[in-house]
């Protein structure tokens, strides 16, 4: 190990290992049970830390609000978590390795068509607390108000709501399960998945930890990771620009 590795290493895991901050609520990044977690942010974290010789603990959760609270209580030492401007002051992004997108569900017999008729007065949007399309609609709602809950399409069902909001994936998913229920197809947002870690790191760090996830979406690694959990490549981010 070089001595510039070392002292990332120390700066990133000062406990000795890297602990890391997983999200088992979105199954596009992690699968499993927190004695076995498994996903593209699992292998992506393994990854950081046989990169720096370090073992890796996992710190598992089931909402992206209980992964970031990890982080910025010093529980955690890298997430991953969407990137969004509430959370950047307590974290420092890498640049995105995986896309993804926040759409609405409406019941089946509701006149919206497209995401952007959804923000008008007296509709009420459920939504996962603490998650990026919380965040994201909170700031940039008009008219629509959100109510928040431990699962949006749960909310959306026991308070009668006009409008779910969540991840295409498990969406597409509860819309088939469910007849009485319809995805309006475009996104509402792009939910642009980062490794993060505190501002305080040094900036070699977060250089460190930016330019190996440049690599690992370069090299086919973050493809090859997202295969293995039985979601699409084509989820990769694009290489920095």
């Known amino acids: 190990m070089t001595?510039?590795?070392?002292?990332?290493?120390?700066?990133?895991?000062?406990?000795?290992?890297?602990r890391a901050s997983i999200n088992l609520g979105n199954p596009v990044l992690a699968h499993g049970t927190p004695d076995a977690p498994g996903g593209v942010t699992v292998d992506i974290a393994r990854e950081i830390a046989g990169r720096l010789g370090l073992p890796v603990e996992f710190v598992c959760f089931d909402a992206a609000?209980?992964?970031?609270?990890?982080?910025?209580t010093g529980r955690a030492d890298v997430c991953f978590l969407a990137v969004e401007p509430a959370r950047e002051a307590e974290v420092?992004?890498?640049?995105?390795?995986?896309?993804?997108?926040?759409v609405f569900a409406v019941p089946t017999g509701s006149g919206f068509a497209t995401s952007a008729d959804v923000d008008r007065e007296g509709v009420r949007i459920g939504v996962k607390r603490g998650s990026a399309y919380?965040?994201?609609?909170?700031?940039?709602?008009?008219h629509a108000t959100?109510?928040?809950?431990?699962?949006?399409?749960d909310t959306f069902r026991a308070e009668g709501l006009e409008?779910?909001?969540?991840?295409?994936?498990?969406?597409?998913?509860?819309?088939?399960?469910?007849?009485?229920?319809?995805l309006i197809e475009d996104r509402f947002m792009e939910i642009r998945q980062a490794v993060?870690?505190?501002?305080?790191?040094?900036?070699?760090?977060?250089?460190?930890?930016?330019?190996?996830v440049e690599e690992l979406k370069a090299d086919g690694f973050?493809?090859?990771?997202?295969?293995?959990?039985?979601?699409s490549p084509t989820l990769v981010a694009p290489p920095r620009g």
Do not use: K, W
């Not at 498990?170 to 819309?175: G, N, S």
């Not at 305080?200 to 190996?212: H, K, N, Q, S």
């Open 146 to 153: 959100v109510v928040r809950g431990e699962e949006g399409v």
């Open 163 to 182: 409008v779910a909001a969540g991840i295409r994936q498990p969406m597409t998913v509860y819309v088939a399960a469910h007849p009485d229920v319809r």
């Open 134 to 142: 919380d965040l994201y609609l909170t700031r940039t709602l008009q």
């Open 3 to 18: 001595t510039a590795t070392a002292d990332i290493a120390r700066d990133l895991a000062p406990t000795g290992a890297l």
């Open 196 to 212: 993060g870690t505190t501002p305080a790191r040094c900036p070699g760090t977060v250089r460190f930890l930016t330019d190996l």
């Open 92 to 102: 420092a992004f890498t640049s995105p390795y995986v896309l993804i997108e926040g």
């Open 222 to 231: 973050v493809a090859d990771a997202l295969r293995r959990a039985n979601q």
């Open 65 to 72: 609000r209980s992964s970031y609270e990890a982080m910025t």
